[in-house]
């Protein structure tokens, strides 16, 4: 055993003395000391020795396989040394330049409308995106199978309660955190909920099954309506750097009585019409309205007392009108050509 450890290692070393390329170095390191290789193989043989045979062929093989991991080292920098030297290169010469990464379309508006919101003293809360019935549906004045549940449809979680009913989804829309702050914070409330949203959604370029809300919420005593568009237009001022031209139309929405949407003209068709606004020239984006006394009762607070308006915005829409954007499905499609451009 000795004898073959002893000739194994003059031949290793004898190999090296001849190598002038690292690949050529590599496989020779793998053939001889890799997991199946030349040395390891007469490793496996000490299992047939005796206690002391052990020791002694044990203690030799360690000694011999550093000297030639330290042979293998000496001699790869001994070539590395030599390609710098053939190849003339200048180690001081700078490295390939690393793009820096940048943050999204979506993220920079998020950013800006936070901003604005806390300027104005608002709250900017987060809210589990995993949902129960109770707080997307119910709570929100739409108990089960009332018709309005039909106005948003939704990807259920393929699980049941104790009662043997579906009541996770994921969120169809933020307004859930609305009651979850009132009950939290109670009155009076100023907050705004940015997040992701999931609708089982037929996709084409004004529709997405993954995209972007901005809940807001105010209750207070003596809110009206002229609050509520108030800092509407004070968002999309902010946003937009400019007056934009709007229209105030009646909506239904469950969670609010009375309920208005509020449209901006399109900004990529300039109002004649193209798929983006549906050839409609406007393009919702505030469906908005004053907090039904329902969604009051169950964040715990007195609809006689106080009031409140809540609205919720479309968030991916308003980018797609900022940057002229005219496709939805481009902010999740990972397409670097679309990223880079912001």
């Given at each position: 055993?000795?004898?073959?450890?002893q000739?194994?290692?003059?031949?290793?070393?004898?190999?090296?003395?001849?190598?002038?390329?690292?690949?050529?170095?590599?496989?020779?390191?793998?053939?001889?000391?890799?997991?199946?290789?030349?040395?390891?193989?007469?490793?496996?043989?000490?299992?047939?020795l005796?206690?002391?045979?052990?020791?002694?062929?044990g203690?030799?093989a360690?000694?011999?396989?550093?000297?030639?991991?330290?042979k293998?080292?000496?001699?790869?920098?001994?070539?590395?040394?030599?390609?710098i030297?053939?190849?003339?290169?200048?180690?001081?010469?700078?490295?390939?330049?690393?793009?820096?990464?940048?943050?999204h379309?979506?993220?920079?508006?998020?950013?800006?409308?936070e901003?604005?919101?806390i300027?104005?003293?608002?709250?900017?809360?987060?809210?589990?995106?995993?949902?129960?019935?109770?707080?997307?549906?119910e709570?929100?004045?739409?108990?089960?199978?009332?018709?309005?549940?039909?106005?948003?449809?939704?990807?259920?979680?393929?699980?049941?309660?104790?009662?043997?009913?579906?009541?996770?989804?994921m969120?169809?829309?933020?307004?859930?955190?609305?009651?979850?702050?009132?009950?939290k914070?109670?009155?009076?409330?100023?907050?705004?909920?940015?997040?992701?949203?999931?609708?089982?959604?037929?996709?084409?370029a004004?529709?997405?099954?993954?995209?972007y809300?901005?809940?807001?919420?105010?209750?207070?005593?003596?809110?009206s309506?002229?609050?509520?568009?108030?800092v509407?237009?004070k968002?999309?001022?902010?946003?937009?750097?400019?007056?934009?031209?709007?229209?105030?139309?009646?909506?239904?929405?469950?969670?609010?009585?009375?309920?208005?949407?509020?449209?901006?003209?399109?900004?990529?068709?300039?109002?004649?019409?193209?798929?983006?606004?549906?050839n409609?020239?406007?393009?919702?984006?505030?469906?908005?309205?004053?907090?039904?006394?329902?969604?009051?009762?169950?964040?715990?607070?007195?609809?006689?007392?106080?009031?409140?308006?809540?609205?919720?915005?479309?968030?991916?829409?308003?980018i797609?009108?900022?940057?002229?954007?005219?496709?939805?499905?481009?902010?999740?499609?990972?397409?670097?050509?679309?990223?880079?451009?912001?």
């Amino acid at each position: 055993m000795q004898n073959r450890l002893q000739k194994l290692k003059q031949e290793i070393f004898d190999k090296l003395a001849e190598i002038k390329h690292l690949d050529v170095l590599r496989d020779l390191e793998v053939k001889y000391l890799g997991r199946k290789g030349e040395f390891t193989k007469i490793l496996r043989c000490l299992k047939d020795l005796t206690i002391q045979e052990k020791k002694e062929i044990g203690k030799l093989a360690n000694e011999i396989k550093k000297d030639l991991q330290e042979k293998f080292e000496e001699v790869k920098n001994v070539i590395t040394k030599n390609v710098i030297k053939r190849e003339k290169l200048d180690v001081t010469l700078p490295g390939e330049k690393i793009e820096k990464g940048h943050l999204h379309p979506i993220t920079i508006i998020q950013n800006e409308l936070e901003d604005l919101f806390i300027s104005m003293g608002f709250m900017v809360l987060d809210g589990p995106e995993l949902e129960s019935d109770y707080y997307n549906f119910e709570a929100l004045n739409i108990p089960k199978h009332h018709p309005a549940r039909d106005m948003q449809d939704t990807f259920y979680i393929d699980k049941k309660n104790k009662k043997q009913e579906y009541d996770l989804v994921m969120r169809t829309h933020t307004s859930p955190v609305q009651v979850r702050a009132m009950q939290k914070y109670g009155a009076p409330l100023r907050c705004v909920v940015p997040g992701k949203v999931f609708r089982n959604e037929a996709l084409d370029a004004c529709h997405e099954h993954t995209f972007y809300q901005l809940e807001g919420l105010m209750i207070d005593e003596n809110i009206s309506i002229s609050n509520l568009i108030a800092v509407m237009k004070k968002l999309l001022n902010g946003i937009f750097k400019k007056e934009m031209e709007t229209r105030v139309r009646p909506g239904y929405f469950p969670f609010v009585e009375p309920g208005i949407e509020l449209d901006i003209k399109c900004a990529i068709c300039n109002g004649k019409g193209c798929p983006s606004c549906k050839n409609s020239g406007w393009l919702e984006l505030f469906p908005a309205g004053m907090v039904h006394p329902n969604v009051l009762i169950a964040g715990n607070i007195d609809p006689k007392k106080y009031s409140g308006f809540a609205f919720g915005l479309g968030l991916t829409r308003l980018i797609m009108m900022k940057y002229g954007i005219n496709d939805i499905r481009l902010f999740n499609s990972g397409d670097l050509r679309f990223l880079e451009q912001f």
